[in-house]
């Protein structure tokens, strides 16, 4: 880029140099005689007529245009009384500017002088003969006097003239005439002006005027040849910005400024030929042509000024035109660099995030996953792919258009062609190797599960019938019939496996391989034991057996999942806890085989028990250390003076804000809670007893999960903070902050899951209960979050939402609304299409609220609660079942004054939330019954105590039935209690409800709030019943 900007901006100054030189130089040529020069006395001539404008209009002396018979110019020097008053400063002035006005046509032209002193004395004749020898600047043919007429004066001036003639023929050549006739004598009176008897029309105002005009006119021609070759150097000095936006707006300001000296150009053009309009062309007849002699000089110079200022006006364009379309390309080139280096980049992360997917993996799911990522990173390389041939197609057809910089854009071309090409090679290789790696793993998991089928069959066949020959025969067809069938997967050699894949083959495979041989190598010797034992009793009689003591079983053992990986459960025979096992002569030594995989299946559930409880404990260790890592590695770090400068002055005092209370979370698990769980290593029991006693500790977490919509925001403004990747580099963490900062939500939603596994290995262990109560707590710890988040986004409610208790409940709902008591309006009925709305159950009140999504992309579109209205739960009642759909309840209000008909998404969500709703209603109710009664006691004469028992019975009085009719008046507490319908519905909606409510707290936490409810309700304009009827 900066080779681009130094050979444009080089261009641009040899360009402009050679313009503004031609032009200057041409300009310079016109004006030759219009700008100040030196006489050989010194005297400087002034720029323009302008300048001495009162002098030329004082009329001290002119030049008429006539000439003398020798081609002489004619200063004629008027009658004048106020010449002696003329300073002599002024004189000269006068005199050098009308000299130069000739010189500028004929260089060596002479001159005559007319003095008209008619009216004068000889005293003013010889101070003016003696001024004009002393101040003359040209070269001076002839003085001619008109001397004074009157008879005194024109006496004195003869004899003056005669003593003084000596001295005047010395400096001044001078002839004195008596008369106007006499100058006819010497010059032609068609070069003299009417008041000495010629016929050469002159009038000196209009002259100045002229002059003032003409020479006006030059100097802003010059004007404008000044100001485009600073414009000129402007664009030659001006250096390019590095973004495409100043770049783009620089070119505005230039282009406006063109238009600008473009517009100027064009306005003195057009005074120009106004100007030359004013003079007639040259007529060739002799009898015009001394006369308009002066005009046509200056008809001409218009006329040349005018070409010249063509003549820069067609090189400024042209010179624009290529400055404009270097402009262009540079900002093209701009462009394509920008494009070049963006794809680049994710070329290069996509390589990174190729090189972190390793080649193998150590079980099927692992290599699916891998595959799985493998396959994103692949859609994304496409994507890319797909962008980089764009880009590639734009340089060529810069290339094609002639761009000043071909080579640079063919070796980006090149230069993305290939990194695309490694790409996408290196990602079907490592595609290749991982659905090698994963037919490997296929074939070791096939025969592992051979081997536990396998084992399967032999740990269940009957061995009491197999003592007679048919028993044994129906035996040895089931192994054989077995061993047809997975003979593949049981009789292959490692070696040629180690063949096949030698390609992707690691020493973790290697091991792999070994460890399925072994247990190859041993089930085949069990099958090859086994069948020689049944072909012996097949080919001898029946023969008496020894029959052992039988082995009672405990009652509820199950067998081992390695014996029955596809057939489930295996039910009880009749005679499983009387089984006998009867030793044959050549079954001893296969005993402790069977032994031990009977032994496995006893035990198998208190191991995967003491299985759960270590992942509890170990996962809880990594967990403590992950949150001290983070804590030392990022949340000190942002305290530490050497890691300032680094960090955006924005985040500086915002740590709390970034990470909570992620402290308190540390020193809670650290101190108190991982200790707990230690202590249970040698009491498994005790585990949901952990649980319990810290569940008020846990609270800490609603207040991290609400603060974490909070959190991510001011990571997404900050995480490419170079702050952030110095402290991951320090780290050595391959994920960036945020990743680490969802981890307690991230456990706190694993307890739940654990403490489920734990439940189902513990069906009859001691602590059971505790276990059941711990996970009632966790799932109702993560309810109460999940709620408190979805406040959080409620906007509008004026007032405090604490003042309306706890949360209890929150959901979407399709809502109908009716009015059945005052003005109703029509349209109230004439709703079809439910609205949507987000409720929210306090303690006191039900809030009606509707979701909005504020307007953004991906993880900026956020969604929020808009508030319409709510209901105080001291004047609702409900009704359970509406005709319709199941799913549907009624919130009536105010004796029925406002009826809500509420569809709930599931039936389990309205089972929850009718059984929370009856139960605030119960416990209002048994509020109310205690206040009466006290009210009772105290004031019983007061008679709206008896009135206001009846208004809250009836507030509270709930509804089972579909007809209007048979709804239930004042409703009693025996009425209100929770029948064995609703608590089986509760309980079997709490368990289905538990993977929403993880489901629900990561993705609020994860995705700013984004929730999976949507609003059907129709656009404002046409709805058929407004918001403003719920507020």
Partial sequence: ML????SVNGLVVTLMILLMVVMMMRALQVLIHLVPTTTPRGTTVPICAKDISDSLLKELAFLSGGRGKNNDCIITFPENAKFKEVPEDVFKKVLTYLTSLARKRVPDTKFIIILDRRLDTWASVKITLQRIAASFPGNLHLVMVLRPTSFIQRTFTDIGFRFSQDDFILKLPVVMLSSVSDLLNYIDEKQLTPEFGGTLEYCHSEWVIFRTAIENFALTVKEIAQILQSFGTELAETELPDDAYSIERLLKVRTEKYLQLKEQIKTVTKEGNVLLKTFEVPNSKDSKEESSQEQSGDWETIQRLLAQLHDMEAAFDEFWDKHQLKMDQYVQLWRFEQN????????????????????TGDNVADVKQKLTELATLDEMSKELIGKAQLVILQGHQLAANHHYA??????????????????????????????KTLELQNRLRQALLCCDEGAYLLANQPMDKCQ??????????????????????????????????????????????????????????MFQNRQTCFRKLTDKHSRPIQLVAPRPELPGRSKSPLFSPRHGKIKSRKNQNSRKIEVMH?????????????????????????????????????????LFVVLVGYRAEMDNPEMMPLMPMSLRTRKDVLFGNMPEIYEFHKRIFLHSLESCLEAPQRVGFCFLERRNDFQIYEKYCQNKPRSELLWRQHSESVFFMECQKKLDHKLGLDSYLLKPVQRLTKYQLLLKELLKYSASCEGVHELQEALEAMLDLLKSVNDSMHQTAITGYDGDLSDLGKVLMQGSFSVWISHRKGATKMKDFARFKPMQRHLFLYEKAIVFCKRRNEHGDGREKTPFYSFKHHLKMTAVGITENVKGDSRKFEIWYSGREEVYVLQAQTMESKTAWLNEIRKILIKQQEVGRVENQQRNQAAEA?????????????????SSEENESDRTSPGTADSLTLSSQSKTRKSSSGTSLTAELRDNLEEWVNSSFLLACSDTEEEDGSQLVSDDTLK
């Fill in 942 to 958: 007061v008679p709206s105590v008896s009135q206001r028992t009846e208004g809250m019975q009836q507030r509270v009085s709930i």
């Fill in 406 to 435: 071909v080579d640079l854009i063919c070796q980006r071309c090149n230069e993305l062609r290939h990194q695309t090409d490694v790409l996408s090679e290196e990602l079907k290789a490592k595609e290749k190797k991982l659905n």
């Fill in 3 to 6: 080779g681009l900007d130094c």
């Fill in 340 to 359: 070049f280096l963006e794809l680049k980049d994710a070329v290069e992360f996509l390589m990174e995030q190729h090189a972190a997917i390793p080649s």
């Fill in 586 to 626: 050549d079954y001893q030594e296969k005993r402790n085989s069977l032994q031990y995989f009977i032994s496995e299946n006893d035990d198998s559930l208190h191991v995967l028990k003491r299985h759960v409880i270590n992942e509890l404990i170990e996962t809880e260790r990594v967990y403590v250390e992950e």
């Fill in 468 to 525: 007679a020959k048919e028993g044994a025969q129906r035996a040895l067809y089931d192994i054989e019939k077995f061993l047809d069938v997975t003979l593949p997967n049981l009789k292959y050699d490692p070696r040629v496996l180690q063949r096949e894949f030698e390609v992707i083959l690691t020493p973790e495979l290697k091991a792999q391989i070994q460890a399925v041989q072994v247990k190859l190598e041993s089930i085949r010797s």
